[in-house]
């Protein structure tokens, strides 16, 4: 059965409908597992293939590179081509990418794989929710929303637990090879439930110029941050670097000229939506850098095991599920600049109390509880107002790529900052298997993230209307959603309400 936009739909208690939730579900709990996962087993990882601190940096962007790169275009394929078959077809390959990582026999094989299941991850992570709003009926597609948000975070909650055990159990091959499994099921639900669906008015090229420029930038400079933290020579951070560079301001003048941009730059004549993706780069800059290196400072400089090093971030996760719809209704009730000025100066001090954590902290519920406990409060106040506000910001015909770029944005501060942070703080290649070169490292990273959730708190506070958006903009905006039960540790979540069709093409009757 193949289903266009303007279908009646499926009712969400039908056998169909609860197939397709428990698919798009498993699907991207996929993905989500494997961003909280792998950063718990980095030290592991380092210690097995004697890799030096650029292999885990570059394991870590590897993925996230590939990822931020073309989950613009993810969505629009499966608009085109069907979004059970594409979803599917990111399914597989992220499945075969996993199993790559797991057999890697060196660090650049595990790299190498990572890339691939970024690809993967492109064409699964945006296809989960664009099967969600083309398959029910419109009256219960905010109810399936919120089930495959809430259920998703569960997965999120499941990852630190499930990774640690796995890292120090069998071995953290098994966080790749995990997925080999999840994903044979995924693969016969949607084979067999699940209806196809496309957009009929789904028209014109695909921006593959703009795509690969936008990779080759983030490439460039990604390669020379992490080069000059193991101090070579000046040609080999310099030429990356130009190259990068290059490569982005080819891309902008591409996106200014191509028929159907990846990135149409009209999205950024609204102030408020620039601005908003600023406090995103900040914010999920922040966010990107305690994760990647909170999981060393527990296990190399405090002695904790995998296990103890995943449960000891589980508050964040579990107060993003409990407050994050408070937090969106608030917003709505009392306009977004208090909770997003608010919500990053909590994470800021929930990040300098984690300074406190070191080779002697002994106890995790006096040292590393009340930190993690005060993070999450910050996080829960601003990651829903955050996704609403950008929303809000932009026509309602521009709110599915006004999505993605935001959600883009978060992915490429995540990139930037494992880059950069080893650099920023002095840890270099073999520092990482220090205790007390990691602690000292620790510490100026707390500080440096810190100022970035200062800085993004700042930014919102001088930028934000108090009140309501429309009256801010002065246009039609789209309707502010209340991002239910989302948790979005990598990344904001995508837009519960617009389409995932290729940037520039008509959208079709109804949301998909």
């Known amino acids: 059965m193949i289903q266009d936009q303007g279908g009646a739909g499926v009712p969400l208690a039908s056998r169909t409908g609860r197939w397709v939730l428990a698919c798009s579900v498993l699907g991207s709990g996929m993905a989500l597992l494997d961003g909280t996962i792998v950063n718990i087993a980095l030290p592991r990882i380092g210690e097995d293939l004697d ?18 790169g073309l989950i613009l275009l993810g969505g629009g394929l499966g608009d085109r081509y069907g979004r059970r078959r594409v979803f599917v077809v990111g399914v597989v390959w992220f499945a075969l990418a996993s199993a790559l990582c797991g057999i890697a026999p060196d660090d650049g094989v595990l790299i190498a794989a990572r890339a691939l299941q970024g ?25 399936a929303v919120g089930a495959w948000s809430g259920l998703g975070g569960v997965a ?12 120090d159990g069998p071995g953290w091959r098994w966080i790749f090879l995990v997925n080999l499994p999840v994903a044979a099921v995924v693969v016969a639900i949607a084979v067999r439930h699940v209806p196809e669906s496309r957009d009929r008015n789904a028209s014109g090229s695909f921006d593959v110029r703009g795509a690969a420029l936008a990779a080759l930038c983030l490439a460039g400079v990604t390669y020379a941050l992490i080069s000059a933290s193991g101090h070579p020579s000046w040609p080999a951070v ?32 609204s102030r408020l939506f620039t601005s908003m993706n600023v406090v995103t780069l900040c914010l999920y800059a ?6 990647f290196i909170l999981p060393v400072q527990l296990q190399i400089a405090a002695g904790y095991s995998a296990l103890r090093a995943g449960l000891a971030t589980l508050p964040v996760t579990v107060l993003m599920l409990a407050l994050s719809a408070p937090a969106g209704a608030l ?83 995540q990139l930037l900052i494992v880059a950069a942070l080893p650099l920023a703080v002095g840890l270099s290649d073999q520092a990482y298997r220090s205790p007390g070169k990691v602690n000292d490292a620790f510490g100026s990273a707390m500080l440096i993230c810190a100022g970035l959730c200062a800085l993004a708190a700042l930014l919102a506070f001088t ?50």
């Open 156 to 167: 999120g909650a499941v990852g630190p637990f499930l990774g640690g055990w796995l890292v």
């Open 51 to 68: 890799a030096p601190l650029s292999a885990l940096q570059w394991t870590v962007n590897g993925y996230m590179l590939t990822l931020a």
């Open 463 to 512: 930028l934000v209307p108090p009140q309501a958006l429309a009256e801010a903009e002065g246009a039609e905006p789209a309707a502010q959603p209340q991002c239910r039960a989302s948790c979005g540790v990598n990344a904001p979540p995508l837009e519960p309400g617009g389409s995932h069709r290729v940037p520039g093409e008509p959208a079709g009757d109804a949301p998909g």
């Open 331 to 413: 917003a709505q009730r009392i306009g977004p600049r208090l909770p997003l000025t608010v919500g990053p100066l909590v994470t800021a001090a929930g990040l300098l109390l984690l300074m406190r954590l070191g080779p002697g902290s002994s106890s995790y519920w006096l040292d590393v509880l009340p930190a993690v406990v005060v993070q999450g409060l910050g996080m829960s106040l601003f990651v829903a107002p955050l996704t609403a506000t950008v929303l809000a910001s932009v026509d309602v015909d521009h709110a599915g790529i006004a999505s993605g770029v935001n959600n883009a944005a978060a992915r490429v501060a």
């Open 119 to 143: 690809v993967g991850g492109a064409l699964l992570t945006p296809g989960s929710l664009a099967l969600v709003q083309s398959t029910f009926r419109p009256e219960d597609r905010a109810k």
């Open 238 to 269: 310099v030429v990356p670097a130009l190259l990068g560079v290059a490569c982005g301001v080819a891309f902008w003048r591409t996106e200014r000229r191509v028929g159907h941009p990846m990135l149409p730059l009209s999205v950024f004549s």
């Open 286 to 291: 922040a966010i990107g850098g305690v994760f």
